[in-house]
């Protein structure tokens, strides 16, 4: 179940979400990852978003499939983007990933100081133990937080 670095227990965990991971929260309202969006809102994380994938993020909203208009795709980004602290990633992860297109959300997590990646990415999840954050699925991520107790 991931790797067992410590994540700490005092301070809000400063946690990079996966496009993918934040998108089922927002779009899947009833889906398995829509308890996300609460955990960020009222503040036991800090989420964090870099220039590159807030607009990846952006590019993924706006695909036909999701066929949401301007206008949601904007309520969508207010879901999320508030609550996130914006990092500048000027340097980079020195772990590289397989998947160069998983690459920007190795650096944010570096640059960020993340305590924890979550993605359900398995060319991101093959890094676990393997970085100075922990890397693990959404729900490897419940658990931990759950764990925690109820201020987590």
């Known amino acids: 179940m991931g790797t067992s670095k410590t994540v700490r227990a005092t301070?809000?965990?400063?946690?990079?979400?996966?496009?993918?991971?934040?998108?089922?929260?927002?779009?899947?309202?009833?889906?398995r990852l829509s308890w996300l969006v609460g955990h960020w809102e009222t503040g036991p994380c800090v989420p964090l978003v870099s220039r590159a994938t807030g607009t990846e993020l952006t590019r993924v909203l706006a695909y036909p499939k999701f066929r949401l208009s301007a206008e949601e795709q904007l309520e969508a980004l207010s879901g999320y983007i508030p609550f996130c602290e914006v990092i500048d990633t000027a340097g980079s992860c020195p772990v590289l990933c397989r998947d160069a297109k998983d690459q920007p959300l190795l650096d944010l997590a570096q640059s960020g100081k993340a305590d924890i990646l979550v993605t359900g990415d398995a060319d991101l999840l093959a890094l676990a133990g393997k970085t100075a954050f922990v890397v693990e699925t959404p729900e490897e991520y419940r658990?931990?937080?759950?764990?925690?107790?109820?201020?987590?």
């Open 11 to 31: 301070a809000k965990a400063r946690v990079v979400f996966d496009t993918n991971v934040v998108l089922s929260a927002l779009l899947f309202t009833s889906g």
């Open 143 to 152: 658990l931990r937080i759950s764990s925690l107790g109820p201020d987590s």
